[in-house]
């Protein structure tokens, strides 16, 4: 770990769910400071709240900070925001515009860079809508915010699952996928797992939409007519994805351990088998500019405010966000000048008014 101990940002979600449990949790292990340099945004209010049903955890000291500039190395920050009344275990609407006012500064603060990522509590994506805010969750809301193409990769140290489509019905699945859709999935796919994850050349495995991958077009054509082109398409381009696999036989087989990810075609597909596998696991947010990761469960309002959650995905969230921009910045500086990096490990710095006329375009 670098020295300057990267600001990782931390929303609270919803104040009536589990969120601040598990971030007060994770953070009472005074070793994540080492880790990282915490900025949490949210409710003072409500980490009181939190902190007072947490008889067997050790207290976390909030330190106050204007905005993430003034985050101190070494103490879990606090932004304050996103006040709303604390009513564990209820779905209300002040409690949605509280969690969308604190996602809201961490994204901007993410995007002008005053923290190096993101991890996001979980909320709910009903009671978040408003007539500024329509979006079906983090991952869109974080597309429109940062710009660009999101892709959803489930991670763990055991499994890897991408997704073609994300939130929506799945009656709508089949019309949404396309040759074209899955070779570029398939590309940005890959590029994350080399960029962010430090896999020299991956392979993908590439999930069936039809029970038995169709069974030759009787149970279904996409298989034969989209999935199976899009993927002799990316292995062209040199992509080494394979498939398609039915998905219940390479989960059930355990053959999906052959492979650095996986690419389900819709969103149950992928995050079923893969919160049994792993169930603490990461949702990352890949091909965007920035890092934001989260924990793989939801708001949990049955068990909110009864001190039962269990903080470990959320813990893994915030090693994954450092580890994947830590990873990203040193692909970027391997990358960035191969030819003068080779030249400087022969001890010898060049530049390119140093090379040869032919060279130098």
Not at 90 to 95: D, F, G, K, M, S
Not at 167 to 196: G, M, Q, T, Y
Request: include cysteine; charge should be negative; proline fraction near 5%.
């Amino acid at each position: 770990m670098s020295e300057n101990k990267l600001k990782i940002g931390i929303t609270q979600g919803d104040v009536n769910g589990i969120g601040w449990e598990v971030i007060l949790k994770t953070f009472a292990d005074s070793r994540m400071t080492e880790v990282c340099t915490p900025v949490i945004y949210g409710s003072a209010k409500a980490a009181s709240v939190y902190a007072a049903t947490l008889a067997d955890t050790e207290p976390v000291e909030l330190h106050h900070a204007a905005s993430a500039a003034e985050a101190r190395r070494g103490r879990v920050n606090l932004v304050q925001c996103g006040d709303a009344r604390v009513e564990p275990g209820l779905p209300t609407a002040e409690a949605g515009q509280a969690a969308v006012e604190a996602l809201r500064m961490a994204a901007a603060d993410l995007r002008d860079g005053a923290i190096d990522a993101l991890v996001t509590a979980p909320i709910n994506k009903e009671t978040v809508q408003s007539d500024s805010f329509r979006y079906t969750g983090h991952t869109e809301f974080m597309a429109a915010e940062l710009g660009g193409e999101p892709l959803m990769i489930m991670c763990s140290d055991r499994l890897r699952v991408g997704l073609v489509t994300i939130h929506i019905p799945v009656a709508e699945v089949s019309a949404a996928i396309s040759k074209e859709c899955i070779v570029d999935r398939l590309r940005r796919l890959e590029r994350s797992l080399v960029e962010d994850f430090g896999i020299v050349k991956p392979r993908i495995a590439v999930l069936a939409l039809n029970p038995h991958a169709g069974d030759g077009g009787l149970l279904g054509e996409e298989e034969q007519t989209v999935i199976k082109p899009a993927v002799e398409e990316a292995f062209t381009q040199g992509i080494l994805a394979f498939g398609p696999f039915a998905a219940d036989g390479i989960f059930a087989s355990g053959g999906y351990a052959r492979y650095d990810a996986v690419l389900a075609m819709y969103h149950d597909q992928g995050l079923a088998p893969f919160k049994t596998l792993s169930p603490d696991g990461v949702n990352f947010t890949a091909s965007l500019a920035k890092v934001r990761t989260s924990p793989d469960h939801g708001v949990a309002y049955d068990i909110a405010g009864r001190g039962k959650a269990d903080p470990q995905s959320m813990r893994n969230a915030v090693y994954a966000a450092v580890d994947i921009a830590e990873c990203r910045r040193r692909y970027a500086e391997w990358s960035r000048n191969p030819l003068q990096h080779f030249e400087r490990e022969k001890g010898r710095d060049i530049s390119v008014k140093d090379l040869p006329d032919t060279e130098k375009e």
